[in-house]
């Protein structure tokens, strides 16, 4: 039983999972201020210009039934936006990491090249 434990434990405590579950619970809260965004601002533009906060409304009947494209053009928008904000996110941080790799330095490979290269340049001077 303690086996069973230590195992379960050092699958617990393992960084990737841990990674994992810290960005599932920021990417769902992400998403909840995306969507509220959503809701709040670019649907209440909708609002104003077409006199409805959303297209949810929006059908074709077809016999005797509905097609209900206005969700779909609703969860479409929600989409979009989301996407366009990850889009600005992931450029950010892109930025910022390319930033701060300048800032570090060569890393181990590039040092070990330009000692090699220096190597080489000393023994076709002797």
């Known amino acids: 039983m303690r086996q069973l434990y230590d195992?379960?434990?050092?699958?617990?405590?393992?960084?990737?999972?841990?990674?994992?579950?810290?960005?599932?619970?920021?990417?769902?809260?992400f998403a909840a201020v995306t969507l509220s965004f959503n809701k709040g601002v670019v649907m209440a533009?909708?609002?104003?210009?077409?006199?409805?906060?959303?297209?949810?409304?929006?059908?074709l009947k077809l016999g005797h039934g509905y097609i209900l494209y206005?969700?779909?053009?609703?969860?479409?928008?929600?989409f979009l936006v989301v996407a366009l904000v990850m889009f600005?996110?992931?450029?950010?941080?892109?930025?910022?990491r390319r930033e701060k790799a300048q800032e570090k330095g060569p890393d181990q490979t590039e040092l070990l090249t330009q000692i090699r290269d220096l190597l080489a340049q000393?023994?076709?001077?002797?």
Request: charge should be negative.
């Open 7 to 29: 195992e379960f434990m050092e699958f617990v405590t393992k960084g990737d999972l841990v990674e994992i579950a810290v960005g599932f619970v920021v990417g769902t809260a």
């Open 88 to 96: 600005f996110v992931v450029k950010a941080y892109s930025v910022l």
């Open 45 to 59: 533009f909708i609002a104003a210009v077409f006199g409805k906060p959303s297209f949810d409304d929006l059908k």
């Open 70 to 78: 206005g969700t779909f053009l609703t969860a479409l928008l929600n």
């Open 122 to 126: 000393q023994n076709r001077e002797s």
